[in-house]
């Protein structure tokens, strides 16, 4: 039952992603508070993207030093796959995120099929599935490169044109937004600089690379690993005939 529970509770966090926000004010990457889904934060579930197939790894790396001179560094890795039709897959492990162990936390798997309208959570320990349907029109975005700020929006948000370079066999192209939260505005008596540094790829419509700079969490790096220009096979989108499957509603 503690499982199933985490299965819905995952699938409900997850899909409830969305892009990162233009301004850098909290880039995908950056750690939070409390139980989080490592990963998540390159966020698979989104527009639908068709005829850019691709499986790879999504590594996340992030390194705090807190104020007594301890650091404190986190790696997790996810699996991800998009066939030619739009379907996503993501196999990741529940991060407890120092609340707990997370030796005995299940590997999860979410599935997105735009083509059926459905939504998968699966619990290969237990080999159970829940399915829910997913109601179109919700105008949610996908993985998209952040928009360029107005520059008369927020003069202490600074954008920068990166150029272009290839990473992992495709071409990126890369934007930084550095953004300053000037002294006083927050108790600080110092200005506070956050850095977000994006790589986006317009071939695979997706971020492959992303570094966040913030002095009051630390720095994190997420990449995209082993990128496979392959369709995937069909069956990695669908439950395996012999898990128990559970209805469920989103």
């Known amino acids: 039952m503690r499982s199933t529970l985490l299965v819905l509770l995952a699938a409900a966090c997850v899909l409830a992603q969305g892009p990162p926000p233009p301004d850098g004010r909290r880039g995908f990457g950056r750690p939070e508070p409390g139980a989080r889904f490592v990963g998540a934060e390159g966020g698979m579930p989104g527009r639908v993207v068709k005829n850019a197939p691709y499986s790879a790894d999504l590594v996340t790396e992030s390194a705090q030093t807190l104020p007594d001179g301890n650091h404190i560094r986190q790696s997790s890795s996810v699996k ?86 290839t990473m992992e066999g495709v071409t990126v192209q890369g934007r930084r937004v550095t953004t300053t939260i000037p002294a006083g505005e927050m108790g600080n008596d110092q200005p506070i600089v956050i850095v977000n540094e994006t790589w986006f790829s317009p071939e695979l419509q997706t971020i492959v690379l992303s570094k966040r700079s913030d002095p009051r969490s630390g720095e994190t790096v997420t990449r995209m690993t082993n990128v496979n220009r392959s369709e995937p096979a069909r069956t990695l989108f669908e439950p395996p005939a012999d898990y128990k499957l559970t209805e469920g509603r989103q």
Do not use: C, H, W
Request: charged share 25%.
């Open 80 to 165: 991800v796959y998009r066939d030619s039709e739009g379907r996503t897959r993501r196999e990741q492990t529940v991060n407890l995120n120092g609340l707990g162990s997370n030796n005995n936390m299940p590997q999860l798997v979410f599935i997105n099929d735009p083509v059926a309208s459905t939504n998968y959570a699966l619990n290969p320990k237990e080999r159970t599935a829940t399915k829910s349907t997913r109601i179109s029109g919700g105008g949610r975005r996908g993985n998209m490169p952040p928009r360029e700020p107005r520059s008369t929006a927020n003069p202490n948000v600074k954008a920068e044109d990166l150029g272009r370079q």
